[in-house]
């Protein structure tokens, strides 16, 4: 069954697919999310599967500190911490983590128009996950998609 648009635009969903060879997790922060993505009996028994990978702490991350800056969290603290964890144990798992970008024109955009997604950690090598998670949604031909900046605005229609 698909999300009410009601609850999408109020809660923070993790939402998960595969984009190429590459896996991605994202958390939506009230704004939309990629149209095969919106099964919310799929996400919630792929979000189960993911947390019984264990993670792997040998992993290298990326952590977009440019963003952390913007976000007023790039300082070592408390805040910092919080915010990071859950991107980096899907980076750990290896998926590509995005956060939906709250811009001040949040408030006058609706659900359809929260597409802006930002990369804020990704393992530095790519961690094997191939057939780990066979029911995950995929996009084979997703064009133009830059894999360090945005997802690309096509899973969204």
Not at 96 to 118: A, C, G, P, W
Request: charge should be negative; charged fraction near 25%.
């Amino acid at each position: 069954m698909k999300f009410k648009n009601s609850f999408l635009s109020s809660h923070d969903i993790d939402w998960f697919c595969k984009i190429g060879d590459v896996y991605v997790h994202g958390a939506s922060f009230g704004g939309a999310i990629p149209h095969l993505t919106n099964d919310e009996k799929k996400m919630a028994e792929l979000l189960l599967d993911i947390y019984k990978h264990p993670i792997n702490q040998e992993v290298d991350i990326f952590i977009n500190e440019q963003y952390l800056r913007e976000l007023n969290v790039a300082k070592e603290g408390q805040d910092r911490i919080n915010y990071l964890s859950s991107f980096m144990e899907f980076a750990k798992r290896g998926f590509y983590s995005y956060d939906r970008r709250i811009t001040t024109e949040d408030s006058n955009l609706d659900l359809e128009q929260k597409t802006d997604y930002v990369l804020i950690a990704c393992p530095k090598q790519k961690i094997i996950v191939e057939n780990m998670f066979p029911e995950i949604p995929c996009y084979n031909n997703a064009r133009g998609w830059i894999i360090r900046t945005q997802l690309p605005q096509e899973i969204f229609n």
